[in-house]
């Protein structure tokens, strides 16, 4: 007999006994009626999590995490609002059942069941995956909660106050909503979910207003790793800025009287806390996992005789408010239901073809308010004297700088943030007079942690704002890269496009900075941005082109709901020249603010049939070089910029290349993992013409005289053109 059998089989025989576990009598606000409401949301999470199991075992389901044990949550949803949005821990079904009564209208069993079955008919994620989440009960879908969702509940926190005072066109959030975001004991510990304590307390402490309720569920393991006994009490009770709540989790009406203490503190004071709750699990961790292979049968039978629902029952007798043949009654209908509606669930359609599982990876674009661009005189007012420097050529990073401007100034919902985005402009001044110009709320200042500045954008989307987080360095990305690939673009995946994470991530990356930094601020891998489904990775290589796509991925960003990357080639910010000094080859004039560089439109410079170079980024300003270089050998060459990484515009590439006897792909990423070996495969398999690569070594980036030793050079994309074109002799 597994765990859940026994766990059931006690419950009858020791409710039917009047055998229930002791504790203290009922106090607090709750009342009868609200009490039995939340125990009957606690018998379905129950009967819901038994059914799984046993779908699992029949192959009509699939993988699933219990939430028994954890019936507990469903008195914290009775101590928030609809409107408060929540991101749960995956344990938590006891809470959306329990909001999903608040909420008029709903098919919570249906609902769930259908997802148990990945049926493609399951309200959130289509089939796609079994998740918790709900559009209608505030409830965004997780998938990977090892505390990977607590940087963007602090995103979500810190939106409410900045919605208050530019209230984006898309506000999903009440301003008196709060954020509730659960997680396990075991997660607390994770560096991502410290980091979001921490960046809560450095907020809070700043008088910032983050309204943010953190639930730890401590059911004192994870997985099979026991946490300490009183570590999570020991380690959250006295922090600065975090106030400190505790409550047992076993006892409905003490978790509903904390829960709503805390959540009036948040909601009053407009400040995190965090409440700390005490749980069981029940049946092990997940699926078939079977607890007694690393627990002594006693503490397995210990947890199991601590059965939250019979505490219940023994708390709702003693309030007067329900019986224990009542009691065991509700248990007992709900189970019946819970069968008869499993059985037409596992009928129901479930996705088949690879079209149908990624439908979602897009999200459906979203209606937006047209903008007719900022007034004369709002632009007067925000670029002063650099009206004057519009008419003249100008390096990239001040473009970037006057198409931020621009942005900022046509949509309002527009919020920058990052490490030294605001006083100081940037490392390379791309920011500067932003903060001057829009102020700290749309130009914030974070604290040194890339999984809080990128987990701040994805919070922000969901209240309506267009968040643009800045990334330092290419380099610090893998500090957070997380919350891109398992959060912000999985978001509208498992949500059906319900959810989206609509963004745009600047990042100031690649090679070729002359004696700075070495590998840390010089990063020629973009291997992790292209592997994520559904992003858009974009990388210009001079000034105009800069502005102009930066618009269109604003653009993107804010009508059909992408996550996209604004890579912005380091070395080229202050490039002025191009083929000797003096000559402002490289700069240009700012484009007036209607034209824009459509998604998956390349640049072609040159019409020569000899010999298409194939590039982007650094490799463009290279490539231009060689190519005038190799002219004077009679090799004319036509360079072309692909400016979109991922994906990559094959049928652009393809018209592009057509014509010329031969194609050589200067790739300045590495020879391993970089951009140059998707285009080898597609010139491969769609051009019928010789094609060679020059690509970076398989190597990090040094500093001082060897900045550039690893990566392509003018003279080594020269002598890789004669090679080829002497091989066609």
């Known amino acids: 007999m597994g765990r859940s059998s026994i766990v059931h089989e006690n419950f009858l025989r020791r409710v039917a006994e009047g055998d229930l576990p002791p504790g203290r009598a009922p106090e607090g606000p709750l009342t009868g009626t609200d009490a039995v409401s939340i125990f009957r949301s606690g018998c379905l999470c129950r009967a819901l999590d038994r059914k799984s199991r046993a779908m699992q075992a029949a192959g009509q389901g699939y993988y699933t995490i219990g939430s028994s044990g954890h019936e507990g949550m469903a008195a914290v949803a009775a101590a928030l609002r609809p409107t408060d949005m929540a991101f749960l821990h995956y344990r938590d079904a006891a809470f959306q059942i329990h909001r999903s009564a608040q909420v008029p209208g709903q098919s919570i069993t249906w609902d769930m069941l259908l997802s148990f079955a990945c049926s493609s008919e399951d309200p959130i994620s289509g089939g796609r995956h079994k998740v918790l989440g709900s559009k209608v009960l505030n409830i965004p879908p997780q998938t990977s909660t090892i505390a990977s969702h607590l940087p963007k509940a602090v995103g979500a926190a810190y939106s409410l106050g900045l919605a208050r005072r530019q209230p984006p066109e898309h506000k999903a959030l009440p301003d008196d909503a709060i954020i509730m975001c659960s997680f396990g004991d075991a997660s607390a510990n994770h560096s991502t979910a410290q980091g979001a304590f921490n960046t809560a307390q450095w907020t809070s402490y700043q008088s910032v207003p983050l309204p943010l309720l953190f639930v730890c569920e401590d059911n004192g393991i994870g997985i099979s790793t026991k946490t300490p006994k009183g570590w999570i009490g020991a380690t959250f009770s006295n922090r600065p800025g975090l106030q400190y709540f505790s409550c047992d989790g076993l006892d409905i009406f003490d978790t509903f009287r904390v829960a709503s203490q805390a959540a009036e503190y948040v909601r009053k004071r407009r400040k995190p806390a965090f409440l700390h709750m005490r749980t069981v699990r029940l049946y092990g ?118 198409a931020l401007t621009d942005l900022m100034l046509a949509h309002g919902e527009i919020a920058l943030m990052g490490e030294d985005v605001g006083r100081k402009g940037g490392v390379y001044g791309v920011t500067q007079k932003l903060v001057d110009r829009f102020g700290p709320s749309r130009v914030i200042d974070t604290l040194l942690d890339e999984q809080s500045i990128l987990g701040l954008g994805i919070g922000l989307a969901h209240n309506g704002f267009l968040p643009m987080p800045e990334i330092q360095f290419l380099a610090y990305l893998h500090n957070a890269e997380d919350q891109l690939r398992g959060e912000a673009a999985t978001l509208p995946f498992f949500s059906n496009g319900q959810y989206t994470n609509p963004m745009v991530v600047r990042i100031a990356g690649l090679g070729y900075q002359k004696g700075f930094g070495g590998h840390f601020h010089n990063d020629n891998s973009v291997a992790v941005l292209r592997d994520i489904p559904g992003l858009i990775l974009a990388c210009p290589s001079n000034g105009a082109d800069a502005a102009m796509m930066l618009r269109e991925c604003v653009r993107l960003a804010r009508e059909e709901q992408r996550v996209v990357v604004f890579l912005e080639p380091i070395a080229l910010y202050p490039m002025r020249d191009l083929d000797e000094a003096g000559d ?146």
């Open 584 to 729: 402002g080859g490289w700069m240009t004039r700012y484009p007036d603010p209607s034209e824009r560089i459509a998604f998956g439109e390349i640049g072609r410079h040159g019409d020569g049939e000899d010999l298409a170079i194939l590039t982007f980024g650094n490799g463009a300003y290279l490539s231009r070089q060689a190519q005038k270089r190799l002219a004077a050998e009679g090799i004319a060459a036509r360079v072309i910029d692909i400016r979109w990484l991922s994906p990559i515009p094959e049928d652009a590439i393809v018209e592009a290349v057509s014509g010329c006897r031969k194609v050589l792909v200067v790739d300045e990423t590495r020879r391993t993992g970089g951009l140059a070996e998707a285009l080898m495969a597609l010139l491969t398999e769609r051009v019928n013409v010789p094609h060679a690569r020059l690509t970076a070594e398989d190597s990090f980036i040094a500093t001082g005289p060897a900045y550039a030793a690893t990566m392509p050079s003018t003279d080594a994309i020269v002598v890789a053109a004669r090679k080829m074109m002497e091989a066609a002799k």
């Open 285 to 402: 961790h997940a699926g078939a996992d079977v607890p007694t292979t690393y627990m002594r049968r006693e503490e397995v039978e210990a947890e199991e005789a601590n059965d939250p629902l019979l505490h219940s029952v023994r708390l709702l007798s003693l309030a007067g408010a329900l019986d224990k043949e009542e009691a065991l009654a509700i248990y007992n209908d709900t189970n019946a239901r819970v069968e008869r509606v499993a059985d037409e669930a596992v009928t129901r359609p479930r996705l088949s073809t690879a079209g149908g599982v990624m439908a979602s990876i897009v999200p459906p674009a979203r209606h937006c308010r047209s903008v007719n661009g900022p007034s004369a005189e709002a632009r007067a007012k925000a670029f002063g004297n650099d009206l004057k420097a519009m008419s003249e050529p100008q390096i990239m990073s001040r473009l970037i700088n006057w």
